[in-house]
């Protein structure tokens, strides 16, 4: 976003000349808007009006929360290009990385059919990536082709924000000389305090873009799902939505503990050669990102701490005792979640490992990054649990991988979906079954092909159908355009868009979707064959035997 002030403010004087009650008016390759915190230029993208690079708070100051924006209606933006995304490692998959990096990366896009139409469903996205890469600079995460796959006559506004990765958007300097509580104290959870201020910038100023502030859907899916769920915990941030999707993350396995926080900085510190508060701000951006991948690699972690103060200790307690009792869930996972981790990546990327010692490895890491954080859960250390459920198939690693998924996606999603439902919010439970053609996927995509041994769907699937970027998002995952059935993609994104819209998803592309309950557990199962059928309580068997060491 470029802040051209002499050229625009002129712009502006001719914006409220047309327009007269200075809210919209139509300029030469869009549409001006006029909202509280500025005047901002839009773009039309061949029939849908898109913002790229909103400023949703004051220029970033490092290890310190973001502040509100001082601009006034007055102060006018072009909206043509994406804002940075955060500092991150470099990395052929997340697209996001390949564009221009910067620790000011508090932006945010907007898009939609017309902005003068009042009233419609906003949906905001926060984007995945572990907490450490990624951002809105990404095919896959861009609103245009969801708007724009819209029926005639329906419209949305949807939303997409950066925010800070990685030791950016989290690490403890309490460890530091210097450390002063007041100045530093939040520095451990800056990406959940940018997502707040993001959500507060929406509340504020969405109306001037159509959108209706009463009627926000919070959407996001692995990292920015369980970012989502978190937020739900929050009385602070969950007073600005009103729905909210969450596509494979929740709170579970996803926080960790303030002493693990501070054992995590200690890491960076000594990597970076630093004792002190002044020390570490010394440090160059340049001299930083050198020594990146190094703490890249020694502390790919989660990194929402629960401290008790931003984030609660026990947010599972706390959905329970109702704090999101009014906010309508829809929540689910897909089925190869994280098959990743069984591909037999040295040999042959469409088979399995021989041996599920990696996917043993792995569930032990991922139990270990939490430290002695509350909300956590894992089969670790019940071997008579883990036993009876390995029992239930006669594919070791197969279910081993089914223990991965289940401990980190599925059976979490479970406990949520109960504690939400029990509490008095509407839950829609899903569990997505469908995925492209395994060969297919493997020769279009090559040695590039991500493809479960066992042609199941794998982690970011359905996101390629709920935005409907079937040409340009993780073609890696999902093949060829043309394999991707059209009555798949349009149920998927009315789907979504009836949930956005009313807080329910049921529409006539689908059969009738009630409410999640412990009695029947209901669940919508996407098919293999890309049906949409209700099962009561799929995958029961699985459920019952994780279910007996439940938090």
Partial sequence: MKRKWLFMFLVFVLTVAMCGCGQTAKTEEGYSVKASTGTYIGHDNDGITEFLGISYAEPVEKWKAPKELKATTNDVFECAEWGPSCYQIDDDVEVASQWKQDYDCLDLNIWTKDV??????????????????????????????????????????????NYRLGIFGSLNLSGLEGYDEEEYGDAINLATLDQIQALKWVHENIAAFGGNPENVTLMGQSFGSGSACTLLTIPEANRYFQHVILESGNIFNRQLSIEKSVENSEKVFEILGVDSVDELMSISNEKLMEKYEKIDEELHHPHRVADGKI???????????????????????????????????????????????PIIDYLGVMQDRAGSAIVKWSPLGHDDIINEYLALDDDPVKRWADLFNDTHYRQTAIFIAEALSKAGSDVYMYYWEWAPDKEAVLEAEGDSAEVSPWGRPMHCMEQILVFGCVEEGYPELAGPAEGIPEELLKATQLTWYSFAKEGNPNNNLIGEWNTYNTKTRETMVIGADSS???????????????DKIRP
Avoid at 322 to 335: E, F, P, Q
Avoid at 532 to 546: F, G, H, M, N, S
């Fill in 311 to 357: 984030i609660p200790l026990d947010g599972y307690q706390a959905i329970k005792d109702g704090v999101a009792k009014n906010i309508d869930v829809m929540i689910g996972t897909v089925s190869g979640e994280y098959d990743f981790e069984a591909i037999d990546w040295d040999n042959s990327i469409s088979e399995p490992v021989e041996d599920p010692q």
């Fill in 532 to 546: 949409w059928e209700i099962q009561k309580d799929p995958r029961a068997e699985d459920r019952k035997v994780l």
């Fill in 116 to 161: 003068k139409t009042e009233g419609k469903p906003v949906i905001v996205f926060i984007h995945g990536g572990g907490g450490w890469q990624g951002g809105t600079y990404d095919p896959c995460y861009d609103g245009e082709f969801f708007i724009r796959n819209l029926a005639k006559g329906e419209d949305a506004v949807m939303v997409s924000f």
